[in-house]
């Protein structure tokens, strides 16, 4: 069973900058595709970032767009989302995901994705 652990997050004021980690326990995630979602109680699950099994360009949602970048660590292992420029409209629940076949049309529905990490909160505020 794969199994993702996310670290990271926490509280930031406006402008500033976080970044979350997840480490897959498999060797890496070279087989997989991996995506960041994030949730608000009475939400939809937002896809926000994905990044192919074959290393391809990574797709942000527009709504994090030239703020967030995706990428992976050096052996794969891990995925990093780096967050700037962060704004209230961020804070949520952020959680990894991973697939075979992940990034579908850009990110992906959460449907599409097996793995989860156990989430890391991220609250933005004054």
């Known amino acids: 069973q794969v199994q993702l652990v996310e670290s990271g997050g926490g509280q930031v004021q406006p402008g500033g900058s976080l970044r979350l980690s997840c480490t897959i326990s498999?060797?890496?995630?070279?087989?997989?595709?991996a995506a960041w979602f994030r949730h608000v109680p009475g939400k939809e699950r937002e896809g926000v970032s994905c990044?192919?099994?074959?290393?391809?360009?990574?797709h942000y949602a527009d709504s994090v767009k030239g703020r967030f970048t995706m990428s992976k660590g050096i052996g794969k292992k891990t995925v990093f989302l780096r967050m700037d420029n962060l704004k209230p409209d961020d804070t949520a629940a952020y959680y990894c995901a991973a697939d075979y076949f992940g990034c579908r049309g850009g990110i992906g529905d959460y449907n599409d994705y097996r793995y989860w990490g156990q989430g890391a909160r991220v609250a933005v505020s004054t």
């Open positions: 498999e060797s890496s995630f070279e087989h997989y595709s």
């Open positions: 990044i192919s099994a074959n290393d391809g360009s990574p």
